[in-house]
Nanobody
Framework: QVQLVESGGGSVQAGGSLRLSCAVS????????MGWFRQAPGKEREGLAS????????YYADSVKGRFTISHDNAKNTVFLQMNSLKPEDTAMYYC???????????????????WGQGTQVTVSS
């Protein structure tokens, strides 16, 4: 069974940092490309970063490159998204997703991911 549970969202002032976590079921974690996405009200869901836990390879969207970092902890089957220098436009619901039995692609596309967590809200105030 594929299970993805996000945590770590909250409210922060501009310039601050947050770290999101995604706890993943063991089978899914070892065989999937893991991605982070976000969706702001009235906007399409946007791919931010992806990571393939067996090898640790990562990809980033240009919009977050240099500010956000995706990482993982194999012992805990967990993927993280460290977000620094947050801006009000980063306000959104953030989702963890899995592309099961596949490696990652450089383009982080919603259509490639079949399993999603429930999301965690991030609000950045100016």
């Amino acid at each position: 069974q594929v299970q993805l549970v996000e945590s770590g969202g909250g409210s922060v002032q501009a310039g601050g940092s947050l770290r999101l976590s995604c706890a993943v079921s063991a089978y899914t974690y070892s065989k999937s490309c893991m991605g982070w996405f976000r969706q702001a009200p009235g906007k399409e869901r946007e791919g931010l970063a992806s990571l393939y836990p067996p090898y640790g390879g990562t990809y980033y969207a240009d919009s977050v490159k240099g500010r956000f970092t995706i990482s993982h902890d194999n012992a805990k089957n967990t993927v993280f998204l460290q977000m620094n220098s947050l801006k009000p436009e980063d306000t959104a619901m953030y989702y963890c997703a899995a592309r099961v039995l596949s490696t990652c692609r450089s383009r982080i596309s919603v259509a490639d991911y079949g399993y999603w967590g429930q999301g965690t809200q991030v609000t950045v105030s100016s």
